[in-house]
């Protein structure tokens, strides 16, 4: 596998997990817009345990603070935290609805959906739009110590839908986070939290599979996948980071339009090829 690829799709990989806009549909259509090959199993497990420790990297603190107080220990930190000692159990319950999809639909996700550039045209449009309405009519009035079982039910169930390429697990965690009347940077908070089970048991069932029907890494593949962690993982922490700081200031807006032109570019794409 080209160094070049491996680099430009662990940054792909790197950026697009985190800001909402979808890391499966830009893996997808700009191979293809390149004229790439398919990069294969292991190095899929590599993108995704790269941006594992990004967001463990990233919210090191917030999770240790998170397990400790779930389990009753006291712990202190940050005080939107320490008003919500169920926190813990609130990410678990919000991580089992995609855990479910991801079984269900591994199949359809990997292949009729995967190889479908109108559905993912459509669900980068149609997600971009829910953004722009959940940013519209959210209240934006409550930070993570206030956030409840309906958010994570409600939460939990915007990230199983993430499964189709295009929809992007945090723009669907985002929006509904903000329609649950959550503050921008919550959301946001929230989403990568519950991302966090979820790419983690994506990579182990990924590597499984590998395992089982590859029987483990191929030796040509060892320098691509370490190097694939390490950008997507850098990658990851420089995109969580400004995202972070970019929603205490601004909207959502440059990122829903972002998504409207992709999916017009993926239409075209689809049309081309046809």
Not at 17 to 33: D, G, K, N
Not at 258 to 266: A, N
Request: proline share 4%; net charge positive.
């Amino acid at each position: 596998m080209p160094l070049l690829q491996v680099i430009v799709l662990g940054i792909i990989q790197g950026l697009t997990e985190f800001l909402p806009i979808s890391s499966t549909a830009h893996l997808v259509v700009i191979p293809r817009l390149l004229g790439w090959p398919d990069q294969g199993l292991a190095f899929d497990i590599a993108l995704h345990v790269g941006t594992l420790v990004a967001v463990l990297l990233y919210f090191f603190r917030d999770w240790l603070q998170v397990l400790a107080q779930g389990f009753g220990i006291p712990a202190t930190g940050d005080p939107a935290l320490q008003r919500n000692r169920r926190l813990l159990w609130l990410l678990v319950l919000g991580s089992i609805p995609a855990g479910l999809a991801g079984l269900l639909f591994q199949k359809q996700a990997e292949t009729l959906w995967r190889e479908n550039l109108f559905v993912i045209a459509g669900t980068s449009i149609g997600v971009g739009l829910l953004l722009w309405l959940a940013d519209m009519v959210g209240r934006r009035q409550r930070d993570l110590g206030h956030t409840n079982l309906i958010d994570s039910i409600v939460i939990g169930l915007a990230q199983a839908f993430a499964v189709v390429p295009g929809v992007s697990r945090s723009g669907s965690t985002i929006a509904a986070g903000l329609f649950r009347n959550l503050d921008r940077p919550t959301a946001a908070r929230f989403s990568f939290l519950l991302s966090t089970p979820v790419i983690a048991g994506a990579a182990f069932k990924d590597f499984y599979d590998l395992m089982k029907h590859e029987g483990g890494f191929p030796a040509d593949m060892r320098v691509p996948i370490l190097v694939g962690i390490g950008v997507s993982a850098i990658t990851g922490c420089a995109a969580i980071g400004f995202f972070m700081n970019f929603l205490r200031r601004r909207s959502l807006g440059v990122f829903v339009l972002y998504r409207l032109v992709f999916g017009i570019i993926v239409i075209a794409l689809a049309v081309f090829r046809h």
